[in-house]
């Protein structure tokens, strides 16, 4: 039974990626999944802002906010909270090399063009095989059009795709108006790969403080339907790789996945409910579903449940739609 698949030009040993997240800040955990399994790590995020941050202070000017709004910074994390400062960031890529023999795969968070991007060719030069850029932002400015947020985005997909040689995927949020459309743009620019989805993380209000509470929920298996879909969508168009990031959490998740036209799932939340070991339930399961259906390889049936088929895959949705709320009663 062959697991294998190839990720960003990467060759994995299985699908099964473990996504951005805590458990690439300790090599000893890190080495529990790979022995568990996983086919590689992608480190937590570094964040423009934090580079950002030790920039200015690199130039003693800490407490200078950068923004025109005094109290812009106010709302990020002091610097001292960062799980990983940037230097310490590219230490830890050092030591996960050191002690894997999986790819190790850095992660950068922003959305501006600014020389924060730099650090994707530190990352690079300190051993990391792929970067995975993450486009997060909400768009609240009602001044700022769709088209100008996603040029800002290009513009720092651009500026990072020229300041390295390995590969770059993107990590894209659900809210784009086409995200097809926009894919494609990034492929065409040179990344390699497409993450679906970031989650956005609701922060929920205190009634007695009136203050905004930030809450982190795991996701669940539910939150695997949006990326099913846009997987189905974009599968049969774009040549890169696609990965599935959020709900994830069972044998059956993987292969609706890899059914959808994934070439990597990413699991994070079911690791934490239930620790490393999961990974071996979880790749016992997929090959115990390929031995059942037949399948020799995971490419035999990746993509097999696309649109490639479907001549109209808006009217395949509109029909879905409109057969869902026909078959409510009360």
């Known amino acids: 039974m062959d697991l294998t698949t190839t990720y960003l030009g990467l060759k994995l040993s299985n699908p099964i990626v473990i996504g951005a ?10 080495r529990q999944l790979q022995d568990a399994g996983a086919a590689a790590v992608v480190m937590r995020s570094l964040f423009e802002e934090q580079i950002d941050a030790e ?34 960031y590219l230490r830890q890529i050092e030591d996960l090399k050191r002690a894997l023999a999986i790819p190790v795969i850095a992660s950068l968070n922003g959305t501006n063009p600014g020389g924060w991007t ?68 990034l492929e065409r620019m040179g990344a390699k790969g497409v993450v679906l989805f970031n989650r956005f993380y609701q922060p929920d209000f205190d009634v007695e403080e ?7 929920k795991l996701s669940d298996s539910s939150e695997l339907l949006l990326r099913l879909r846009w997987l189905a969508v974009l599968s049969p168009h774009l040549k890169g790789s696609l990965a599935a990031s959020g709900g ?28 490393p070991r999961l990974l071996t339930t979880l790749l016992a399961g ?15 049936f990746r993509g097999a449940m696309n649109l490639a088929r479907c001549p109209d895959p808006g009217a395949f949705e509109r029909a879905n739609y409109q057969k869902i709320l026909q078959s409510w009663r009360v």
Not at 64 to 87: G, H, I, M, R, W
Not at 286 to 300: P, Q
Request: proline share 6%; net charge negative; glycine share 4%.
């Open 248 to 275: 994830v959490h069972s044998t059956r998740d993987v292969v609706k996945a890899l059914l959808a036209g994934a070439h990597a799932v990413q699991v994070v939340s079911v690791l934490l409910k239930n620790g």
């Open 286 to 300: 997929l090959r115990s579903w390929m031995e059942e259906h037949g399948y020799e390889n995971v490419d035999e």
């Open 21 to 30: 997240s805590p458990f690439s800040d300790s090599t000893h955990v890190a």
């Open 210 to 216: 009136l203050d905004v509470a930030p809450q982190l």
């Open 118 to 185: 730099n650090y994707a060719k530190r990352c690079e030069s300190a051993g990391a095989d792929a970067i995975e850029l993450n486009l997060y932002q909400l768009a609240t400015d009602p001044a700022k059009a769709a088209d100008d947020l996603e040029a800002d985005m290009l513009e720092t997909v651009g500026l990072v795709l020229n300041s390295v040689k390995i590969p770059v995927a993107v990590k894209l949020s659900p809210f784009h108006t086409a995200p097809a459309h926009f894919a494609l743009a």
């Open 55 to 88: 920039q200015r202070a690199l130039r003693h000017h800490v407490e200078t906010p950068a923004e025109s709004n005094p109290e812009a910074t106010s709302f990020f994390p002091n610097f001292a909270e960062y799980q990983l400062v940037p230097d310490h």
